[in-house]
């Protein structure tokens, strides 16, 4: 909640989600540690998903926050619900 929120998007959740948690991708999320999925949503189509990705990177903190607190109120890891 107080940390660093990442916005992204990905054609594969899962393998993006799992490369965040084990720090395999360099950059960004490996230098801030954000290896939680608190968050998701999925798109039909990629430019759907981009311009989406664009509208939440482009709101303020706030905005981030109470997106995230209306779908998941307790910030779970939801890593596990969606691997099954």
Not at 10 to 32: C, D, P, Q, V, W
Not at 41 to 55: C, F, V
Not at 67 to 75: F, K, M
Request: with cysteine.
């Amino acid at each position: 909640r107080n940390g660093t929120i990442y916005t992204g998007v990905t054609s594969n959740i899962m393998k993006r989600a799992f490369e965040h948690r084990t720090g395999l991708t360099t950059g960004f999320t490996k230098r801030y540690n954000c290896s939680r999925l608190v968050y998701f949503e999925l798109h039909a189509t990629m430019p759907e998903a981009i311009a989406r990705e664009k509208a939440i990177k482009g709101g303020s903190r706030t905005r981030k926050i109470a997106l995230i607190e209306q779908a998941n109120p307790q910030w779970r890891d939801l890593f596990d619900d969606i691997a099954g």
